[in-house]
């Protein structure tokens, strides 16, 4: 007979998995996926488990470890109630014993029963202190889901939150580091155009940007796209 481990003990072995998985993705979209699955994987009654986002008006299940999982976020979607969203609104874990009798979300529990979903556990996703969806398991089975897995959920979610803020920074510095490298060669470009202007028509500096301003604006371009092209077309001279 195996002996359970303590709740701790089981995060850790799952969030050692996890984050070592994690920090080699460059995007949120699969970085999400792993921790779908192995929200799946630390809960087993469970039939699937998901990511919804929720920012704003955006409401999507950025990822899912099985295709129930969608059918049952998009329902909550949909008709704009559900433990998921609940979840999130109020920073709480739901645990729904039965979906069916649930009175809290008298339209999406019916309709999630229908599907064969009959339990439900729904933790606040948490990056920067900021609720931006949640993390969520299903079951066919009324009462499949205990205080343990609710503690176990809210401690998984709490670990991806800081695991999504990680990888959601890279990919802000990323970006931010793609669109300083964009200004400079834009600036390079816009430096090497005019001073073939300087050169060709003997012209100072601010005339040379003046006629790429002028360029720019009688064919609705960028003056970094016009002064590119005169490069590529006289090779800068």
């Not at 359970?4 to 994690?22: H, Q």
């Amino acid at each position: 007979m195996t002996t359970e481990l303590p709740l701790a003990d089981e995060l850790a072995v799952v969030m050692a998995r996890m984050s070592g998985l994690l920090l080699t993705w460059d995007t949120v979209e699969p970085a999400l996926h792993i921790a779908a699955v192995f929200a799946a994987e630390a809960i087993p009654s469970s039939v699937g488990a998901g990511v919804s986002l929720l920012e704003g008006r955006r409401r999507t299940t950025a990822a899912a470890s099985d295709e129930v999982v969608r059918e049952a976020d998009d329902l909550q979607y949909a008709l704009g109630e559900g433990p998921c969203l609940s979840a999130c609104a109020d920073r709480e874990v739901r645990r729904v014993g039965d979906v069916r009798t649930d009175p809290r979300w008298p339209r999406w529990g019916p309709a999630a029963a229908g599907m064969g979903m009959r339990a439900a556990l729904s933790a606040p996703l948490l990056a920067q202190e900021v609720c931006v969806g949640a993390v969520k398991v299903y079951a066919r089975e009324p009462g499949a889901f205990s205080v343990r897995d609710e503690r176990l959920l809210t401690l998984f979610a709490g670990q991806a939150g800081v695991l999504l803020a990680h990888v959601r920074s890279r990919e802000e510095t990323h970006r931010t580091s793609a669109r300083f490298k964009d200004v400079l060669r834009s600036r390079d470009v816009l430096n090497m155009a005019k001073g073939a202007l300087m050169e060709r028509e003997n012209i100072t500096e601010d005339a040379a940007f003046g006629m790429l301003l002028s360029l720019a604006k009688a064919r609705s371009q960028d003056a970094a796209e016009v002064a590119a092209a005169m490069i590529a077309r006289h090779g800068g001279r």
